[in-house]
């Protein structure tokens, strides 16, 4: 069991943004019964699976509330082996997609720096 410190430095992820993905449920920590004189929250090793998981699909381009429903069915044993493959392969689609759109919008923007670069203004 860590305390947020410890966690912060461990994963790399600021003590803010480790409250941030508390407070928008993506894990809980818990209070320790035995201890009440202090109102300190302590993570598992299981939270820092999850800074992992949050921390790889934010990098992918999945959404705070993509991640959510992921960790949700993920760690809820709900999913099967099969829907998260499909879920990864589906965000692969949109990362596709996306990059397929960028490249449109590059070769426009070649296109109109081409036309400046003809016509001295």
């Known amino acids: 069991m ?3 410190n410890q966690l912060s430095k461990e994963t790399g992820i600021p003590i803010a943004t480790i409250r941030f993905y508390e407070k928008s449920g993506l ?6 019964s035995d201890i009440k ?16 998981l949050i921390r790889d699909a934010k990098s992918v381009g ?3 509330s993509e991640i959510k429903e992921l960790i ?7 999913i099967t082996k099969e829907k998260k493959l499909m879920i990864l392969d589906n965000k692969l689609l949109q990362i596709e997609e996306k ?5 449109v919008v590059k ?6 720096k081409s036309e400046v ?5």
């Open 99 to 103: 990059i397929n759109e960028l490249k």
């Open 107 to 112: 070769k426009q923007i070649a296109f109109l």
């Open 2 to 4: 860590k305390l947020i």
């Open 62 to 64: 999945f959404t705070l």
């Open 27 to 32: 894990f809980m920590g818990k209070k320790k």
């Open 37 to 52: 004189s202090n109102n300190y929250t302590y993570y598992d090793d299981e939270v820092v699976d999850k800074l992992d």
């Open 117 to 121: 670069e003809k016509f001295d203004c």
């Open 72 to 78: 949700d069915a993920w760690y809820s044993k709900r």
